[in-house]
Nanobody
Framework: QFKIVESGGGSVQTGGSLRLSCAES????????VAWFRRIPGKEREGVAC???????TYIESVKGRFTISRDSAKKTVNLLMNGLTSEDAGVYYC???????????????????WGQGTQVTVSS
């Protein structure tokens, strides 16, 4: 049973940056598909960014050029660097992991078996 742990959430001012980190307590995420989803108040949970087992990445349009998903090989984690944060980015961010994410579906919730508890991102003006 995987235990996914997110960290790095917090409160920043508009335009600020945060780095979220996703890790599994015992294993490296190196060969797994990993995605970050978020639930913004009043909206359904949506995929934000994902990285495939071969390190191919996908982003939703609203975060392109501001967010970067990457693997940290030394720490065996997957990070989401978020720059230029706005109030529209505020919400709970979830990390999702699976070994068998199908091509083209890395932003689809049902592709992921293991989920973290979420980390809060607050953006204030």
């Amino acid at each position: 049973q995987f235990k996914i742990v997110e960290s790095g959430g917090g409160s920043v001012q508009t335009g600020g940056s945060l780095r979220l980190s996703c890790a599994e307590s015992r294993f490296s995420l190196e060969h797994y598909g990993v995605a970050w989803f978020r639930r913004i108040p009043g909206k359904e949970r949506e995929g934000v960014a994902c990285i495939g087992a071969r390190d191919n990445t996908t982003y939703i349009e609203s975060v392109k050029g501001r967010f970067t998903i990457s693997r940290d090989s030394a720490k065996k984690t997957v990070n989401l660097l978020m720059n230029g944060l706005t109030s529209e980015d505020a919400g709970v961010y979830y990390c999702a992991v699976d070994a068998l994410v199908r091509p083209g579906l890395c932003m689809t919730e049902s592709e992921y078996k293991w989920w973290g508890q979420g980390t809060q991102v607050t953006v204030s003006s």
